[in-house]
């Protein structure tokens, strides 16, 4: 056997022997392989750790004893999938050195003048530095801005106020996410604010371009150390990459920062929406989620969300006590693995996880036919249930309602076999509580649960002859028409629409005054 693959794609000889040893030996424990593998017993545990790592190898307990299997073979082609993704983001990481050590190559040439500045005092002093000789309606780029200590956020607002009005500067700013000193600014005249930095670009310090000078500072950390850097090629280059980044039109972000990137933003808008929502912020992230949350309720920003027609509402209480919230269920057919979250121009896909993987596209023309999109799929008045779980949530969604009067015909002995005496009874139970008045016409196979409800409050039932079809039922509620299909695996269709009821509700009279 070659083994020669095992080593360039980074095994070491100790793995590869564990490795083989493994395919040999089956399922095992690490006696049999420390004898098969000659590797020595204190060594084996390091290794079989790695090969775990690297997604080779996988271990189940039996009792106190830990059994270690190698994986398929097929997972060596996943972890070179892992291995090329690795490479992949090198590259993206070797481009920004390559970008930093130009710059440094720079700043060694004559006409440039570097400066490092210690401390909060310095920091300030090379700011102040830096716009000496700006020109008025000059153009000035900051990115990598993180939320800066609290002591600082009157000095950068005043720093902001006074290039807007008083040099009359075009300013454009971009956050690693929100924060206080940024809405301080939101609204200042030629100001332009963008939040959330794409992953391949993120910095540990923030840089700002004013004319030919270039700030390099770390505002956001316990330690101010600020280079003042002046130089019309370094500073054209920066001004390069900030364009780069800005007008880019898609990018990820990740964990909780990403998270926070674009929930922090999303509340500068007056509503918010999502398409195919899980509330996967709550299981991940539920303690950034109660504070959002929090801060949205206090802006009123108005959130719709379409809920993945797979998801089970276990939380439903807490959901009823959000305010400037609505929630609709999303239709089989267009549900995901993902959330796709609108607001502003951007569409934010996102995929929940330990660790979230979070997709933008900013894009105006894009993100109005997603609008439509959304509007379409909450304002259509016809859904489908599938399966016996399917329709009784249709059921009890015929309750939500604010009208009194709930009218049934054609229910059958099969509607009662499938859902069960438990829940017909309940239904019936949670309907007069409402103080819903019901009529109800049922097939004849059904006499005998209607003798029952007939002794209910505000229930009338009537029995049809054996020739009538017992295989649909239709229920009418306010605005609301429901058909259930009784198959063994049931199905059944709900449409929200006035006149529709209306004709269906003068069928059910026909029917009801014979």
């Given amino acids: 056997m070659d083994l020669e693959l095992l080593k360039e794609i980074g095994l070491t000889e100790g793995e590869i022997k564990v490795y083989i040893a493994l395919f040999k030996l089956g399922s095992t424990s690490t006696g049999a392989l420390i004898k098969e593998s000659q590797v020595h017993a204190s060594k084996v545990y390091p290794i ?61 040439k004559k006409d440039t003048e570097a400066t490092l500045f210690k401390g909060v005092k310095g920091l300030k002093a090379a700011y102040n530095l830096a716009i000496k000789d700006i020109k008025k309606n000059e153009i000035v780029y900051s990115m990598f801005l993180p939320p800066v200590a609290d002591h600082l956020v009157p000095f950068f607002v005043n720093f902001v106020t ?44 923030e840089i700002c371009v004013y004319g030919d000078n270039v700030v390099i500072s770390t505002t956001g950390g316990d330690e101010y150390i600020t280079f003042l850097i002046k130089n019309r090629e370094i500073s054209n280059s ?13 990018y990820t972000l990740t964990g909780l920062e990403g998270v926070k990137s674009v929930f922090d933003e999303s509340l500068n808008y007056g509503q918010i929406r999502f398409i195919g929502g899980n509330w996967g912020i709550v299981k991940y992230y539920k303690d950034f989620f109660k504070n959002w949350n929090l801060r949205r309720e206090n802006k009123k920003v108005l959130w719709y969300d ?18 400037y919230y609505l929630l609709k269920k999303l239709p089989e057919q267009v549900t995901g693995p993902g959330v796709t979250f609108l607001y502003g121009n951007k569409i934010v896909y996102i995929i929940w996880g330990q660790e979230t993987i979070i ?17 379409y799929l909450w304002n259509q008045n016809v859904k489908t249930y599938s399966n016996k779980e399917g329709v009784k949530e249709l059921l009890n969604s015929m309750l939500k309602t604010n009208s009194k009067e709930y009218f049934a015909y054609g229910g059958p002995q099969k509607s009662h076999d499938i859902l069960g005496n438990n829940f017909w009874k309940n239904f019936h139970e949670k309907r007069v509580k409402k103080g819903i008045n019901a009529q109800l016409v049922f097939h004849a196979s059904l006499e005998w649960w209607g003798n029952k409800l007939n002794n209910y409050d505000l229930t009338n039932v009537k029995i049809t002859n054996t020739n009538f079809e017992e295989l649909t039922e239709t229920i009418i509620c306010g605005s609301k028409v429901a058909i259930i299909v009784w198959l063994d695996n049931p199905f059944g269709i709900l449409i929200e629409e006035s006149l529709v009821a209306n004709s269906y509700k003068k069928f059910f009279d026909l029917i009801w005054e014979k």
């Avoid at 790592?53 to 189940?60: A, D, H, N, P, R």
């Avoid at 490479?87 to 390559?98: D, F, G, P, T, V």
């Avoid at 940024?182 to 310090?205: D, H, I, T, W």
């Fill in 238 to 250: 920066f001004k390069n990459q900030f364009s780069s980044i800005w007008n880019q039109q898609s």
């Fill in 306 to 323: 379409l809920v993945d027609s797979s998801f089970i509402v276990d939380e439903k209480e807490k959901r009823d006590k959000l305010q």
């Fill in 162 to 205: 006074k290039l807007s009005k008083e040099y009359k500067t075009k300013q454009f700013l971009m956050f690693n996410q929100n924060c206080p000193e940024a809405e301080a600014v939101r609204g200042l005249p030629n100001l332009n604010l963008k939040f959330g930095v794409p992953q391949e670009y993120k910095s540990p310090a």
């Fill in 48 to 108: 079989l750790d790695r090969l775990m790592e690297k997604g080779l190898v996988s271990y189940i307990k039996e009792g106190k004893k830990t059994i270690y299997t190698a994986n398929p073979a097929t997972t060596i082609i996943s972890y070179l999938d892992k291995l090329q993704s690795k490479i992949a983001q090198q590259k993206l990481s070797a481009k920004n050195l390559i970008f930093e050590l130009d710059i440094l190559k720079s700043v060694g």
């Fill in 359 to 375: 997709n933008v596209i900013e894009n105006r023309e894009l993100a109005n036919q997603y609008s439509k999109y959304f509007d």
